[in-house]
């Protein structure tokens, strides 16, 4: 079981990561560009969040946690579990954020949408950190077999 988990779970967290940087990618190419372009991106985030993000982080969450009861944890993953859920918890908010984003935008309130975009902006920077930090932490586990 185990062996069918590990390359799971690393597989999706790759999906993940590249799922947040091309978001960051979209969202700089569209922000700012007129209320066609936001509209447009707004809804973008929406379904990319529900296609892909979501999909993303609940395996890697899900392959974790099967995964927790049969290794062998040492201090150094668990310090990348403790990051992998930090990245989870605020990338759960993060998509809240984003749907509530859409809805301002859509509602014509652009000032709660500015007020939105500047805290998912800042929680999204939280978000990518963590992953790395996690993803970093297991690479140097796996490569060093602690
Ligand atoms: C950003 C999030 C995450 C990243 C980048 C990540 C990355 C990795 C990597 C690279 C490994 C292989 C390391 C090794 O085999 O020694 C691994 C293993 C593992 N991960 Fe994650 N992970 C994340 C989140 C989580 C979460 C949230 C959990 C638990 C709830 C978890 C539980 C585990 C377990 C139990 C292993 C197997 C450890 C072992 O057998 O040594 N991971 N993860």
């Keep these: 079981m185990y062996s069918v988990l590990l390359p799971i779970h690393i597989a999706f967290v790759g999906v993940w990561l590249g799922c947040v940087i091309t978001e960051a990618l979209f969202e700089r190419a569209l922000l700012g560009k007129g209320r066609e372009q936001e509209l447009s991106l707004v809804a973008l985030h929406k379904r990319v969040d529900l296609v892909v993000e979501i999909p993303a982080f609940v395996v890697v969450l899900i ?25 989870i918890a605020v990338n759960a908010y993060c998509v809240w954020l984003v749907f509530k984003r859409a809805t ?33 932490i297991g690479i140097y586990a796996y490569a060093g077999g602690m």
């Design 104 to 136: 301002a935008a859509t509602t014509d309130n652009w000032d709660e949408f500015t007020r939105l975009d500047h805290k998912q902006h800042k929680y999204g920077a939280i978000v990518l950190i963590a992953i790395i930090v996690a993803l970093c």
């Design 63 to 87: 392959t974790g946690l099967m995964m927790y009861p049969v290794s062998s944890i040492t201090g150094l993953i668990h310090a990348k579990i403790a990051f992998g859920l930090v990245a």
